[in-house]
């Protein structure tokens, strides 16, 4: 029996936290053992928002440097660029003249980034969710694993699909399978070590909100040290007054791999200054077979390379018989 298909991809936009690899990445790594993982880097996102062009590329391959330094096996899954396969694109525009604008404008994260960007914020900007509709119905994956903040844009996707599906398909054949999202409640949403109640984010100005995976040990400890944290005595997780005692509680819970019921009892009687150190320590640990894996990894492109290119032409075929089986439901003309 055929396993079932996953698919997600992160933006190749600055280097990868904390919250990319204990929300998203390490979860990949457990699940290419059972299902047949299809990972990108998604740099055609990656410009909806101001870049540096010479930065991109670079970017493109650290990402996919970290996604195998994290674990990711290249023989179990499907590694490849979003930008190398124009079925992305081209079926972006074709869910553009299905999807009635009403259902972007009202995409949270759309509103939250248009303030942000003011009157730079683009048609792309807008656009995102059809593109990422687009490169997640390209690969028919059975299951979409996304973050809470992400359910918003899978929906939309589910909504494009059985609109397509009902508009060109039928029931006994619909054009494409509709994925069903797979939510990971605990570390999903790593947060911000300056603020507890908002998300760890490549995007945050400010470098002490987050722990980069290639931040070296004295940095880690820096970070930790200066983290925002409260006055309480005794740490626990789940108070809504203490959102950076629960977060900075879930992030040794996760880097030391305890349970949260062993987290709770062993830092139930600690105060920051026992705390802070401990954390620093175990992210320093957690962190340093990433690390040092990632440098060789840097240090052979050949084999990023050649990672990369197979990775492309196995998704290319798949994504290839999705795209021609959308244009002959829509009734377009065979290539010559």
Known sequence: MAKQRILSGIQPTGNLHLGNYLGAIRNWVDLQEEYDAFLFMADLHAITV????????????KVAAT?????????????????????HSELA???NCITPLNWLERMIQFKEKAVKQGENVSIGLLDYPVLQAA????????????????????????DIANRLNFQFGSEDKPVLKVPEPMIRKEGARVMSLSDGTKKMSKSDPSEQSR??????????VKKVKRAKTDPERGLWFDDPARPECNNLLTLYMLLSGQTKEAVAA???EMGWGQFKPLLAETAV????PIQARYGELMGDRAY????LKAGDEKARALANQSLDRVKTALGYSKPL
């Open 266 to 268: 062993e830092c139930r």
């Open 135 to 158: 490169d997640i119905l390209l690969y028919e994956p059975d299951l979409v694993p996304v973050g809470e903040d992400q359910k918003q844009h899978l929906e939309l996707t589910r």
């Open 285 to 288: 640990a957690a962190l340093a």
């Open 211 to 220: 722990i980069d995976l290639t931040d070296p040990p004295e940095v880690i």
């Open 67 to 87: 996604y195998i330094a994290c674990g990711i096996d290249p023989e179990k899954a499907t590694i490849f660029v979003q930008s190398h396969l124009s079925a």
């Open 93 to 95: 525009w074709l869910f």
């Open 304 to 307: 990023l390379e050649s990672i």
């Open 50 to 61: 101001p870049h540096d062009p010479a930065q991109l590329a670079d970017n493109t391959y």
